[in-house]
Protein backbone atom coordinates (compact mmCIF):
# COMPACT_ATOMS: atom_id res chain seq x y z
CA UNK A 1 0.00 0.00 0.00
CA UNK A 2 1.29 3.73 -0.64
CA UNK A 3 2.08 5.08 2.28
CA UNK A 4 1.94 8.97 3.16
CA UNK A 5 3.75 10.25 6.39
CA UNK A 6 2.99 13.55 7.86
CA UNK A 7 5.81 13.82 10.23
CA UNK A 8 3.82 15.25 13.33
CA UNK A 9 0.30 15.08 14.36
CA UNK A 10 0.05 17.69 16.25
CA UNK A 11 2.07 21.10 16.41
CA UNK A 12 1.33 24.28 18.47
CA UNK A 13 3.07 27.34 16.77
CA UNK A 14 3.40 30.84 17.87
CA UNK A 15 2.18 33.63 15.80
CA UNK A 16 5.10 34.72 13.51
CA UNK A 17 6.88 31.95 13.82
CA UNK A 18 7.73 30.28 10.20
CA UNK A 19 6.32 26.59 10.28
CA UNK A 20 7.28 23.77 8.01
CA UNK A 21 5.35 20.68 7.79
CA UNK A 22 6.74 17.83 6.17
CA UNK A 23 4.97 15.28 3.95
CA UNK A 24 6.92 12.57 2.57
CA UNK A 25 5.14 9.62 -0.07
CA UNK A 26 6.79 6.29 -1.01
CA UNK A 27 5.44 4.98 -4.06
CA UNK A 28 6.96 7.05 -6.34
CA UNK A 29 3.52 9.55 -7.23
CA UNK A 30 4.08 12.42 -9.05
CA UNK A 31 1.55 14.78 -7.55
CA UNK A 32 1.29 15.78 -3.95
CA UNK A 33 -1.09 18.18 -2.64
CA UNK A 34 -1.58 20.16 0.65
CA UNK A 35 -5.49 21.07 1.79
CA UNK A 36 -6.53 22.26 4.90
CA UNK A 37 -9.62 21.51 6.72
CA UNK A 38 -11.99 23.68 8.51
CA UNK A 39 -15.68 22.69 9.69
CA UNK A 40 -18.31 23.23 7.74
CA UNK A 41 -15.75 24.07 4.93
CA UNK A 42 -14.65 20.79 3.99
CA UNK A 43 -10.91 20.22 2.27
CA UNK A 44 -9.54 23.38 0.62
CA UNK A 45 -6.62 23.20 -1.50
CA UNK A 46 -3.40 25.53 -0.79
CA UNK A 47 -1.01 24.17 -3.43
CA UNK A 48 -0.21 20.96 -5.34
CA UNK A 49 2.65 20.00 -7.44
CA UNK A 50 2.96 17.76 -10.00
CA UNK A 51 6.58 16.76 -10.43
CA UNK A 52 9.95 17.82 -8.34
CA UNK A 53 10.27 21.67 -8.13
CA UNK A 54 7.17 21.97 -10.16
CA UNK A 55 3.91 23.99 -8.12
CA UNK A 56 0.62 25.60 -8.40
CA UNK A 57 -1.45 27.05 -6.57
CA UNK A 58 -4.60 26.43 -5.01
CA UNK A 59 -7.76 27.87 -4.11
CA UNK A 60 -6.30 29.21 -0.93
CA UNK A 61 -2.31 30.18 -1.22
CA UNK A 62 -2.28 33.29 0.54
CA UNK A 63 -0.20 32.92 3.68
CA UNK A 64 1.71 29.50 2.52
CA UNK A 65 4.69 28.21 0.07
CA UNK A 66 5.54 24.89 -0.74
CA UNK A 67 9.07 23.28 -1.34
CA UNK A 68 9.42 19.90 -3.31
CA UNK A 69 13.02 19.22 -3.95
CA UNK A 70 12.83 15.50 -4.28
CA UNK A 71 10.19 13.71 -5.79
CA UNK A 72 8.62 12.27 -2.51
CA UNK A 73 8.69 14.73 -0.34
CA UNK A 74 6.29 18.35 -0.62
CA UNK A 75 6.91 20.70 2.30
CA UNK A 76 4.20 23.09 3.35
CA UNK A 77 5.61 26.15 4.71
CA UNK A 78 3.47 28.89 6.80
CA UNK A 79 6.05 32.10 6.17
CA UNK A 80 4.71 33.76 9.32
CA UNK A 81 2.09 31.75 11.51
CA UNK A 82 -1.54 33.74 12.32
CA UNK A 83 -4.08 32.71 14.05
CA UNK A 84 -6.12 32.09 11.63
CA UNK A 85 -4.13 28.89 10.39
CA UNK A 86 -4.70 27.12 12.92
CA UNK A 87 -6.35 24.07 11.37
CA UNK A 88 -5.85 20.51 10.14
CA UNK A 89 -3.90 19.90 7.10
CA UNK A 90 -3.60 16.99 5.28
CA UNK A 91 -1.29 16.33 2.35
CA UNK A 92 -2.31 13.63 -0.19
CA UNK A 93 -0.45 11.87 -3.01
CA UNK A 94 -1.84 10.68 -6.14
CA UNK A 95 -0.98 8.74 -9.66
CA UNK A 96 -3.28 9.84 -11.12
CA UNK A 97 -6.96 11.48 -10.84
CA UNK A 98 -8.52 7.52 -12.04
CA UNK A 99 -6.91 6.33 -8.90
CA UNK A 100 -7.36 8.70 -6.25
CA UNK A 101 -5.22 10.14 -3.59
CA UNK A 102 -3.46 8.51 -0.75
CA UNK A 103 -3.99 10.80 2.52
CA UNK A 104 -1.56 11.25 5.48
CA UNK A 105 -3.18 11.31 8.80
CA UNK A 106 -3.28 14.91 9.09
CA UNK A 107 -1.36 17.64 11.10
CA UNK A 108 -3.49 19.31 13.38
CA UNK A 109 -1.86 23.24 14.05
CA UNK A 110 -2.67 25.47 16.57
CA UNK A 111 -1.22 28.66 16.57
CA UNK A 112 -0.74 30.89 19.21
CA UNK B 1 -15.05 24.10 -13.09
CA UNK B 2 -16.65 20.89 -11.18
CA UNK B 3 -18.16 21.32 -8.13
CA UNK B 4 -19.65 18.81 -5.56
CA UNK B 5 -22.50 19.75 -3.07
CA UNK B 6 -23.36 17.83 0.32
CA UNK B 7 -26.35 18.97 1.26
CA UNK B 8 -26.43 17.20 4.95
CA UNK B 9 -23.99 18.48 7.09
CA UNK B 10 -24.91 15.97 9.80
CA UNK B 11 -26.86 12.38 9.33
CA UNK B 12 -27.74 11.18 12.90
CA UNK B 13 -29.00 7.33 13.07
CA UNK B 14 -29.61 4.46 14.86
CA UNK B 15 -27.37 1.41 14.59
CA UNK B 16 -28.70 -1.28 12.57
CA UNK B 17 -30.91 1.33 9.88
CA UNK B 18 -30.54 2.18 6.72
CA UNK B 19 -28.53 5.38 6.17
CA UNK B 20 -28.25 7.34 2.82
CA UNK B 21 -25.65 10.22 2.61
CA UNK B 22 -26.60 12.79 -0.79
CA UNK B 23 -23.94 14.15 -3.13
CA UNK B 24 -24.63 16.37 -6.71
CA UNK B 25 -21.72 17.41 -8.63
CA UNK B 26 -22.18 20.20 -11.05
CA UNK B 27 -21.60 18.65 -14.72
CA UNK B 28 -23.04 15.97 -16.59
CA UNK B 29 -20.42 15.08 -19.14
CA UNK B 30 -18.74 11.85 -17.87
CA UNK B 31 -16.44 11.89 -14.59
CA UNK B 32 -14.82 9.81 -11.89
CA UNK B 33 -16.23 9.98 -8.78
CA UNK B 34 -14.95 9.21 -4.83
CA UNK B 35 -16.23 9.01 -1.92
CA UNK B 36 -13.36 9.04 0.92
CA UNK B 37 -14.41 8.49 4.89
CA UNK B 38 -12.47 10.37 7.49
CA UNK B 39 -12.45 8.50 11.15
CA UNK B 40 -11.55 10.79 14.29
CA UNK B 41 -8.79 12.25 14.02
CA UNK B 42 -7.33 10.34 11.32
CA UNK B 43 -6.87 11.58 7.02
CA UNK B 44 -9.19 10.16 4.59
CA UNK B 45 -9.69 7.31 3.24
CA UNK B 46 -10.93 6.24 0.06
CA UNK B 47 -14.17 4.35 0.46
CA UNK B 48 -15.04 3.77 -3.52
CA UNK B 49 -14.92 5.01 -6.78
CA UNK B 50 -16.53 4.74 -10.22
CA UNK B 51 -14.66 5.49 -13.06
CA UNK B 52 -16.70 3.52 -15.79
CA UNK B 53 -18.74 0.86 -16.41
CA UNK B 54 -21.87 -0.35 -13.65
CA UNK B 55 -23.24 2.38 -12.14
CA UNK B 56 -23.41 0.73 -8.79
CA UNK B 57 -20.33 0.28 -7.03
CA UNK B 58 -19.52 -1.57 -3.58
CA UNK B 59 -16.48 -1.24 -1.16
CA UNK B 60 -15.32 -3.97 1.22
CA UNK B 61 -17.56 -2.84 4.24
CA UNK B 62 -21.26 -2.94 2.87
CA UNK B 63 -21.07 0.55 1.58
CA UNK B 64 -22.39 1.33 -2.12
CA UNK B 65 -22.62 4.25 -4.46
CA UNK B 66 -24.76 4.64 -7.52
CA UNK B 67 -23.69 7.03 -10.41
CA UNK B 68 -27.34 8.52 -11.69
CA UNK B 69 -25.87 10.90 -15.13
CA UNK B 70 -29.22 12.29 -15.27
CA UNK B 71 -29.80 13.97 -12.04
CA UNK B 72 -25.66 14.24 -11.58
CA UNK B 73 -25.58 12.22 -8.01
CA UNK B 74 -23.45 9.92 -6.76
CA UNK B 75 -25.36 9.07 -3.76
CA UNK B 76 -24.28 6.59 -0.52
CA UNK B 77 -26.17 4.47 1.25
CA UNK B 78 -25.88 1.48 3.41
CA UNK B 79 -28.95 -0.52 4.72
CA UNK B 80 -27.48 -1.12 7.85
CA UNK B 81 -25.17 0.75 9.68
CA UNK B 82 -22.23 -0.40 12.79
CA UNK B 83 -21.45 1.82 15.43
CA UNK B 84 -18.07 1.84 13.83
CA UNK B 85 -19.32 3.53 10.27
CA UNK B 86 -19.60 7.06 12.44
CA UNK B 87 -17.23 9.67 10.54
CA UNK B 88 -17.00 12.24 8.23
CA UNK B 89 -17.62 10.72 4.76
CA UNK B 90 -16.62 13.16 1.55
CA UNK B 91 -17.60 13.30 -1.55
CA UNK B 92 -14.99 14.16 -4.52
CA UNK B 93 -14.63 14.64 -8.34
CA UNK B 94 -11.65 15.87 -10.50
CA UNK B 95 -11.63 19.59 -10.65
CA UNK B 96 -11.58 19.45 -14.69
CA UNK B 97 -10.83 16.49 -17.45
CA UNK B 98 -7.50 16.19 -17.70
CA UNK B 99 -6.46 17.78 -14.48
CA UNK B 100 -5.30 15.99 -11.31
CA UNK B 101 -6.77 18.24 -8.47
CA UNK B 102 -10.10 16.59 -6.93
CA UNK B 103 -12.34 19.24 -5.27
CA UNK B 104 -14.15 17.95 -2.53
CA UNK B 105 -17.41 18.71 -0.94
CA UNK B 106 -18.06 19.62 2.36
CA UNK B 107 -18.65 16.16 3.83
CA UNK B 108 -21.56 14.64 5.55
CA UNK B 109 -21.03 13.41 9.55
CA UNK B 110 -22.42 10.19 10.35
CA UNK B 111 -23.68 9.55 13.34
CA UNK B 112 -24.61 6.10 14.67
CA UNK B 113 -26.50 5.58 17.97
CA UNK B 114 -26.86 2.38 19.61
Known amino acids: DVKVTQSSRYLVKRTGEKVFLECVQD?????MFWYRQDPGLGLRLIYF???????EKGDIPEGYSVSREKKERFSLILESASTNQTSMYLCASSLSTVYGYTFGSGTRLTVV | AQSVTQLDSQVPVFEEAPVELRCNYSSSVSVYLFWYVQYPNQGLQLLLKYLSGSTLVESINGFEAEFNKSQTSFHLRKPSVHISDTAEYFC????????????FGTGTRLLVSP
Open chain 1, 27 to 31: MDHEN
Open chain 1, 49 to 55: SYDVKMK
Open chain 2, 92 to 103: AVPARTGFQKLV
